[in-house]
Nanobody
């Protein structure tokens, strides 16, 4: 059973950067597509990015966020630059076997507990 644990969230000023990490255990990361969703207060969960053999980004973060993976460390990273207040949300690491499947939450079988990102001056 794949387990995911996020870390790296926190408070940052607008224009700043954060790097989120998603540590996987229980199975080999090579077999999975890993993604990030986020949920702001009062809003639905939205997909942010996903990585399998290809990387995908939501339009709202394209050019500012970078997803990467280190299979040897069983870890996926989300580098977030030029952060905006509207990026404030709980960020969840998600996974499904093999390939990314868009930004429909039910397409992903495994979820982490989430990490809070707050962008504010």
């Amino acid at each position: 059973q794949l387990q995911l644990v996020e870390s790296g969230g926190g408070l940052v000023q607008p224009g700043g950067s954060l790097r989120l990490s998603c540590a996987a255990s229980g199975s080999t990361l090579n077999y999975y597509a890993i993604g990030w969703f986020r949920q702001a207060p009062g809003k639905e969960r939205e997909g942010v990015s996903c990585i399998s053999r290809t990387t995908y980004y939501a339009d709202s973060v394209k050019g500012r966020f970078t997803i990467s993976r280190d299979n040897a460390k069983s870890t996926v990273y989300l580098q977030m630059d030029r952060l905006k207040p509207e990026d404030t949300a709980i960020y969840y690491c998600v996974a499904r076997q093999w390939i990314c499947a868009g930004y429909v939450p039910t397409n992903y079988n495994y979820w982490g507990q989430g990490t809070q990102v707050t962008v504010s001056s």
